[in-house]
């Protein structure tokens, strides 16, 4: 391990040379991961693959039939009404913008259960639809437009539907998973009050087989042309594919860093070769055999490869964090084995080089070194 600090040593060099190469593979790696995890929630063989989308009222129960007769169990369509915000705790809101909260129209629906990508964290859910009393109706909304709009559980929204005011109560604040396929929405009313209003439906369904999809497009489309049909297995290939192809520049620069980091390695030993032939002369003249010496060599490198890996890995999980939390807002998990099975490979990749380049040094005779000074 001394042989770390020796003179004219080269382990700052070689451990940021290779570190900075495995930082950026590893790190392009997690976040790869992450937002690849989140797409993928549930399975692939458990999300949606076809989307019919506008919907009209008179078409609802037609469009479900078609489904149910082409094999589709239980098919749902949901409803989603557009509107917009008039008012928050009381202060009338001025159209801003398109996007601001007061310029913004927001599809909302209306339920009485959550689904599987929503989650409770703040008040309760309604049980049924709302009572026939009147006052303000219970809406859910999410973190994100609860924090926009700076309401909590218990405010007061009132809402433009249409050119009808319908007041609310915030009843509860959801966590929304927004990656998966699945329809999700800002804002949740209790069912009972909205069930007239103008809306139009979407429906989300799966279909094993690429013919049966096609089939039913091309019968949707026959018998209601309003209707538009998303083969979202075909989007889920193409985000992908541009996902890999992403991917695949940032791994070859990562790659072409690694690269690098091994010249500069190569570079090192070289550089160090009279320091290292000496050594092991001496080492050899005070009676070490060529397994100790070997074992020195193997301790070096291998301390080498496991701080440059090491810090490497590290930082990444933290970058990785950053990452995926704040810019690409998802949620985030470490594939240690991956990430163990990388440090090995980064361990190994600088133990074979130094040792490689180091054999020559351990056929040296004490003689032949003496001679040549």
């Known amino acids: 391990m001394a042989n770390l600090h020796r003179p004219a040593n080269q382990t700052v060099a070689v451990v940021l040379s290779l570190g900075f190469g495995t ?11 992450n937002l690849l995890r989140d797409l993928r929630v549930g399975g692939e063989g458990q999300q949606p693959n076809l989307g019919f989308i506008d ?11 078609l489904l149910r007769a082409e094999g589709i169990a239980s098919p749902e369509a949901v409803p989603i009404i557009p509107m917009r915000i008039s008012s928050v705790k009381g202060e009338p809101v001025v159209l801003g913008p ?12 209306y339920r ?10 703040e008040g309760t859910w309604w049980d049924g639809p709302a009572p026939s009393a009147a006052g303000p109706v219970d809406v859910s909304l999410t973190l994100d437009i609860a924090s926009e709009l700076d309401v909590t559980v218990g405010d007061e929204i009132v ?17 929304v998973d927004w990656a998966r396929f699945e329809p999700n929405f800002f804002a949740v009313f209790r069912g009972g009050v909205l069930d007239q209003a103008p809306q139009f439906f979407v429906a989300l369904v799966r279909a094993e087989d690429p013919a049966t999809r096609g089939l039913l497009q091309r019968r949707t489309a026959e018998r209601y ?45 070289a550089t160090t070769r009279f320091q290292r032939v000496r050594e092991a002369v001496l080492l050899k003249t005070l009676g070490a055999t060529r397994k100790q010496i070997l074992r020195v060599f193997f301790a070096e490198y291998a301390a080498l490869g496991l701080l440059s890996a090491g810090m490497a890995v590290a930082l990444s999980g933290a970058a990785g964090w950053v ?15 991956a990430l163990a099975a990388l440090l090995g490979a980064i361990v190994l990749l600088t133990v074979g080089i130094g040792l490689g380049n180091s054999l020559d040094i351990l056929r040296r005779t004490p003689l032949d070194v003496l001679r040549s000074d």
């Open 23 to 33: 930082f950026l593979l590893s790190t392009l790696f997690l976040v790869q991961h």
């Open 55 to 65: 919907i009209q009222p008179d078409q609802r129960e037609g469009m479900l039939e």
């Open 98 to 109: 398109p996007g601001g909260s007061g310029g913004h129209e927001y599809r909302s629906t």
């Open 112 to 121: 009485d259960t959550l689904v599987d990508s929503e989650t409770l964290v």
């Open 159 to 175: 809402w433009d539907v249409q050119g009808v005011r319908v007041a609310s109560r915030v009843a509860n604040l959801r966590r």
């Open 225 to 269: 042309p309003n209707v538009t049909s998303l083969d979202l297995s075909s989007l889920r290939k193409l985000l992908d594919d541009i996902l890999s192809r992403v991917a695949l520049a940032v791994r070859f620069m990562a790659g072409f860093s690694l690269a690098t980091g091994a010249v500069v390695l190569v570079g090192a030993i």
């Open 323 to 337: 990452l995926s939390r704040f810019v690409f807002e998802t949620s985030y998990a470490i594939p240690y084995p």
